[in-house]
């Protein structure tokens, strides 16, 4: 029974970056209509952003100022991508923008491979996060604990924003009907492009959250993005509060999925995936399109 | 009308191939096959740098200027036994490849040796681990040359079971490799009486270990044992440190380890592990003056991994086979013939022979990852600290169940 709680705990671990990552792929689904195949690759970004903060040969930033200043820096390149290439696509098919971005996912991810390799690049977990504390049932590392809690938050602001706030229902409105939020003197053009950065900076931020668990690597993003869009397809594009719920949730399963029968942990979701497709075709949380 | 125009094509093309290869007796050209993880977890212990090693063992061997012509192509087997297969297929059937080096990854590994025998080629394996392949899956046409799930199961895994651990729990990745270095590795815990309590089996690839770390600690064994590689035994340690698992009183025993692990974990996390390696770039002048070569050649300043020296020496020796036979049959079998019939030797892995199951034998050496203090270079990372002369560290013919023996 212990063990169990211990797992749950772990899935809950995942599961903040699964959240956090559908969250940023969902908040670009739900305001630019945009299936963000790069997402993994600005995620990768994030990482290797806190990694040169800390290892040049000119000052060195740490862990936390890098929390902030990752997300914009690759923030600013998604707003710059964007502007240049997204933009050019809108109103044309999603097949269109999936490619896009798959090839710009592709470019980008072959350029750090092809100076960085694929093995990854140390990165050490800050000295106030070190350490763990014995829970009873299981030994939690205290940044692990940090990243459930941080991205918990970022979460719910980033659902406040968009669902509560003035800003958010300009962003709804501008979806739902360019001209007339335009109409209105609202810049879409501008908002849109904000709203993708916005997307960017989250991806870049679980970045930098994971790079002391796991290596900074190339590829990081490309193992990952597979199943946070099947956490987006199950949550249903475009919900925010969906696929926080989903991300959450999908980490406990897999985390179950790891004790009871872990050569199926890496299938588990797309089986769940297949099942909600079939029952409810828009996903948990989908509206009809 | 038409079948017999194409019975008589096929007629002529038979009597074409057989003044073909009668003509090719004194052939001099070679074509080298690099098959290798170019992308994924395995690419920086093998991948690029295999085929900057076979492109290095070329230049070497001085054969260019003797007439010979030499090619070399790569492959991106991206760890899919069928993309293996077919990549093989297709350099036997359209390239004409008379060579297949490195091929990590057991599963394509195992699988690239059926079609390498089929074909008659030559196959040296220098990335692949399980010992299957100079065993129950033993063929004419195969050399494996670096290392096994044999050998590290002898040394590395034998050296914990003496110091005391002797209840193991085991991390393994769930396909051919880890299959073997667990069974393999297993059997050298019971034979030294120790007891293996449980395991888990992965999925390869695997971005995080915490459920499975706690598994391993709720264990309660000595030992946790990793019969994983790559990416996936980096991860492991790295989360191991976090779980505080290296604090405690279950010891870590990374079964396979290669340089570029070390490097990924940096010398903060990866200090004291102790594992084996064939091969090491700061053992000697010899070997430094080849890996200096080597790393100036490469993107990030690397030198040579184990697999890649392997792949190096591996083709020398098959070059001077080639130069004994006087010329390139294109007969996979005669030429491992002749590579078994000389003893071994060159600089990175020193002397040694190729047992008539396929195994290359030479001396293994147990290091240890030295402390972040003691490292003074870029890439100085091991302490050696036991060397286990390679009659010791491999698989006795006596204990082998290859085919091949029973003559």
Known sequence: ?289 | MKTRSIASFLLGTALSLTAVSAACAQDKTVKIGALSDQSGLYADLGGPGSTLAAQMAVEDSGLAAKGWKIDIISGDHQNKPDIGTAIARQWFDVDKVDVIVDVPNSGVALAVNNVVKEKNGVYINSGAATSDLTNAQCSPNTVHWTYDTYMLAHTTGQALVKAGGDTWFFLTADYAFGAALERDTTAVVLANGGKVVSGVKHPLNTPDFSSFLLQAQSSKAKVIGLANAGGDTTNTIKQAAEFGIAKGSQKLAALLLFLTDVKALGLETAQGLNFTETFYWDMNDQTRAFSKRFAAKMKNGAPPTMVQAGVYSGLRHYFKALEALGGNPHDGVKVVEKMKSMPTEDDLFGKGEIQPNGRTIHNAYLFEVKKPSESKAPWDFYKLVGTVPGDQAFTPLSESKCALLKK
């Not at chain 1, 970004?45 to 740490?62: P, R």
């Not at chain 1, 597979?226 to 406990?252: D, E, N, P, R």
């Open chain 1, 1 to 289: 029974m212990q063990a169990l709680y211990a797992q749950l705990l772990v899935g809950l671990i995942n599961g903040s970056f699964y959240a956090l990552l559908s969250l940023g792929l969902a908040v670009i689904f739900g305001m630019l209509n945009i299936i963000n195949f790069a997402h993994g690759a600005l995620y990768m970004m994030g990482a290797f952003v806190a990694y040169f903060l800390l290892n040049n040969d000119y000052l060195s930033i740490g862990y936390w100022p890098a929390l902030i200043i990752a997300p914009i820096v690759v923030g600013i390149f998604g707003m710059i991508l964007e502007r240049t290439m997204l933009q050019w696509l809108t109103g044309l098919d999603h097949l269109y923008g999936l490619l896009l971005t798959f090839g710009m996912a592709l470019i980008i991810q072959g350029v750090f491979q092809n100076y960085f390799g694929s093995s990854g690049l140390p990165y050490a977990i800050p000295d106030q996060l070190k350490g763990g504390m014995n829970l009873g049932f299981m030994f939690l590392p205290i940044y692990r604990g940090w990243v459930v809690v941080f991205s918990l938050v970022v979460c719910l602001a980033t659902w406040f924003l968009i669902e509560k706030t003035q800003l958010g229902a300009y962003l709804r409105a501008a979806t739902e009907n360019p001209t007339l939020v335009r109409a209105f003197g609202i810049n879409v053009p501008r908002m849109i492009t904000l709203t993708y950065g916005l997307g960017v900076g989250l991806a870049a931020l679980a970045g930098v959250l994971s790079a002391p668990i796991n290596q900074v690597r190339p590829l990081m993003g490309a193992d990952l993005i597979i199943v946070v869009f099947a956490v987006v397809v199950i949550g249903g594009m475009g919900s925010i509060m969906g696929s926080i719920i989903t991300g959450f949730a999908l980490g406990v399963i897999e985390g179950l999925t790891k004790y009871f029968y872990p050569e199926a942990s890496n299938t588990v979701v797309f089986v769940l995936m297949v099942l909600v497709l079939l029952v409810k075709p828009t996903g948990l949380t989908g509206r009809a399109a």
